[in-house]
């Protein structure tokens, strides 16, 4: 009987992408993979250090993965894993503990999966993790969207941020083996390929290129797809990759754009690499060069030394910003960081407060963005069929379309005319397939 496998993962995009290479390891070995709800003779979690959260939620699903089988091997990899591996291994059931230089060669660590009387803990320092290890996710049952990993590690020093602790310096993968990559997914039907990374913005500093090089080679690749950057920081958003996005269809019209705060003082506690003025600026210019494009905002709440003042600073800020949606993140202490250093603690009831104003903020800024779609015509990318009767999918600027199901429409970018709103998605009419009066009912 083969042996089953289930995989956990915390935490963002690339940690999903990594996720799903480790599985593809364990497939080619003759395991099976199952839903991390069943029992499996080993457990795999990839875990997040990003929150406190993430490592108390690292600990219920060890918990949860033994009650399955108390006999499984537990592993538990990334960054939680490579900050606190001295905790993890008092996690009662854990067997291995993989550092992020490790995780990618476990079946050379580990010898056999039997479960240990004490667990085994492989982590590399972080000066030591030069490694790239090449990852890449996709869709579970469609071949409509694919994340690439291009870029890891990161050299900036934001005051809050332990993830250059996590996965160390800034590396990119090799333009030619990403290239490769990116055309192989292509020819296997994916049309929408997300490049990932922890600051993919840095892709190529360290191996003599850049992000727009490579985004050039990309979009000059032969097929019907796009592209989709994750996230980008707003002084790495370059001149040359907003002309990119200008001239080719390939790219598409949204950028997800870290913030942080909307106050001059808490931006320069972070530690971030802009100011107020110059960020305000970039959106402005991406809205005169692309009138229809989507951005996306992540800022964080309640870091020390925010007062009252500061987060209406921010507050108002965004307000007046013309973006699309905010994510909103409530501040954590975490070890080793300059920001448990900092004065001015606040109190976690008001984090959660300020938390709440800014994610109902967001959802005003998401609602009026949808709104203006109304009467223009978007390029949506369909996914499979989830419904008898209808299918959604997301346009070049990340809006939530959902139309009538048609067989051909699944994986298939198509053009839509956005006729109503309805709460947090559009609908509307695909040009030459909808009769006029079509329209999918609220």
Avoid: W
Avoid at 55 to 78: D, F, S
């Amino acid at each position: 009987m083969d042996k089953k496998v289930a995989l956990h993962t915390l935490g963002c995009k690339l940690n999903f992408s990594e996720t799903s290479t480790i599985g593809k390891q364990f497939l080619d070995r003759g395991f099976k993979i199952v839903n991390f709800k069943n029992k499996a003779d080993v457990y795999l979690i990839n875990t997040c250090t990003v929150t406190e959260n993430a490592n108390r939620e690292c600990r219920q699903i060890v918990r949860r993965a033994l009650r399955q089988n108390p006999y499984a091997h537990i592993i538990v990899t990334g960054c939680y894993a490579q900050l606190s591996s001295e905790e993890i291994t008092g996690i009662k059931g854990v067997d291995t503990v993989l550092g992020n230089n490790e995780k990618f060669k476990l079946f050379s660590i580990i010898e056999d999966f039997s479960k240990r009387d004490l667990s085994c803990t492989f982590v590399s320092p972080t000066n030591q993790l030069n490694d790239f290890g090449a990852a890449y996710s996709t869709d579970a049952d469609s071949r409509t969207r694919a994340y690439l990993k291009i870029q890891d590690g990161c050299d900036y020093k934001c005051t809050f941020c332990t993830i250059p602790l996590a996965r160390g310096k800034s590396r990119s993968m090799n333009p030619v083996d990403v290239l490769d990559k990116f055309k192989s997914l292509v020819n296997s039907g994916y049309k929408e390929i997300i490049l990932t990374g922890v600051n993919v913005g840095d892709y190529g500093k360290h191996i003599g290129g850049n992000l727009f090089t490579l985004l050039k080679k990309m979009v000059a690749v032969p097929g019907k797809f796009r592209i989709r950057i994750s996230s980008i920081e707003p002084n790495l958003l370059t001149d040359d990759i907003i002309a990119l996005t200008v001239d080719n269809e390939k790219m598409c019209r949204h950028f997800h754009i870290p913030l942080q705060s909307g106050s001059s003082k808490i931006l320069k506690l972070m530690q971030r690499r802009y100011t107020i003025n110059y960020y305000s600026s970039l959106i402005d210019k991406l809205r005169n060069k692309i009138p229809d494009i989507g951005i996306g905002v992540d800022v964080i709440v309640g870091t020390p030394g925010e007062t009252d003042k500061h987060f209406k600073e921010t507050q108002n800020f965004l307000n007046d910003l013309q973006i699309s949606y905010l994510h909103v993140f409530t501040y954590s202490e975490r070890p080793n960081t300059k920001a448990v250093e900092l004065s001015g603690s606040v109190d976690k009831a008001e984090r959660k407060k300020r938390n709440k104003i800014l994610r109902i903020l967001s959802d005003k800024k998401k609602h009026s963005f949808y709104n203006k779609m109304i009467g223009k015509k978007l390029k949506v990318l369909f996914e499979s069929n989830n419904s008898s009767s209808t299918i959604k999918g997301f346009s070049s600027n990340y809006v939530r379309v959902e139309n009538f199901y048609k067989p051909e429409l699944e994986n298939n970018i198509r053009t839509v005319k956005i006729l109503e709103v309805d709460s947090d998605i559009c609908k509307g009419i695909i040009m030459g397939i909808n009769k006029p009066v079509e329209l999918l009912a609220g």
